[in-house]
């Protein structure tokens, strides 16, 4: 039996959102809304999860996976409603975290905090509360003179002084489970919205005489919901501060926050220096001592010590120490680079591994092949990889020179220590040590004179 469940409440439609997709899918920071909500449950030492779905089930689902625990909410009649939809998921367990999944900034020590205080006090609900400095919209929290939780009162139902009130709900709770379950079934829809509030679970509480505990969050803006695309990037920009901060305080330099933009599933070693305009997105391993930018995307992609990439797009791809990508590279998935390899402007690789200290300078294009190491590859190569039903292999074997503008029609191998001429068209294999030239004959004709003197010859 799980001590703690935490529910996370991700039926609602975000009609404000004015999207096909569900509002807790939208990302930032590299993990959807409602994925950033698990993490912080899961750091929070919250290993058992049940999640509310309803608008979108079908999405939701795909996105996080089948071992992920659903209760599914029908009709979207209140947060009492959906929460009593999770009753027979949650089991047994003792105590009952509810959240919000479009909550994406609440911290794992906010939640740590609100549990212990759950059981230090022996509530049967404690609240997450936030001082902020506009509470328009939200539920006021109602004290009495001791300071103690006496109810909730939604904006619309609530008098003048009450709107004054500048203590606020968050929709985060902590509920004793042998209290919630048969209090979720005496609640009404007595409201012009027809809805279960979660909110009258607590006056029952008081109702009852039990304690009602609230706990003032540190910071109001890790509680901020998100229900637009204004907020989405407000959240998004908290998010962007987080990280960056972190990373620059473990010896990071990173020119212009504002302007890098680095998920919270990267890792980026020490001394290394992010210009402004990076994204570095995904699953991605940065190493120690490198030089990030301007410009520059990667995604997905481990980058060893040292290397340099500049205006360039690196997508599911290995970088190995001393490496220079760019300006203007394109490494597309599967590109491999071994130590120290050199990577020019406009030059696009995908699925290829390029030998230690190989360099492929500029306008070069390498696809499905295996460079070896101390290569030259010249302006211009093409690997002609696709006959049109199929991609095959280029093998180009260690100290090989590629001359300018040469076209490598695979399936081909070129020799090591081979020296292949510009402007040749490759279609049989080069062997060790050879030179190949594949051009036709240059020809020279003599001139035929001036237009001006052929003229002048006609008239004569």
Known sequence: MAATVAVILAAGQGKRMHSRLPKVLHRIAGRNLLQHVLAATREAGIEDNVIVIGHGAGEVKAALGEKQKYAYQEKQLGTGHALARAREAAGEAGTILVLCGDTPLIRPATLTGLLQQHRDTGAAVTVLTARVADPTGYGRIIRDGQGQVKGIVEERDATPLEKAINEINTGIYCFAAAFLWPALARLKPDNDQGEYYLTDVVALAVDQGLRVEALVAGDAEE?????????LAAAGAVWR???????MRDGVTIIDPETTYIDVTVTVGRDTVIYPGTFLEGNTIIGAGCCLGPGTTIRDSRVGDGSTITYAVVLESTIGPGCQ??????LRPGTNLEREVKVGDFVEIKASRVGRGSKVPHLTYLGDAMVGAGVNIGAGTITCNYDGRQKW????EDGAFIGSNTNLVAP???GAGALVGAGSTITEDVPAGALALARERQVNLPSRGKKGDEKRQEKG
């Open 223 to 231: 509680v901020m919901g998100v229900n637009d695309r204004v907020q």
């Open 412 to 414: 081909v191998k070129v």
């Open 325 to 330: 990508v760019g300006p203007f590279a394109y």
């Open 393 to 396: 292999p280029t093998i180009i």
């Open 241 to 247: 501060r987080r990280i960056n901060t972190a990373l």
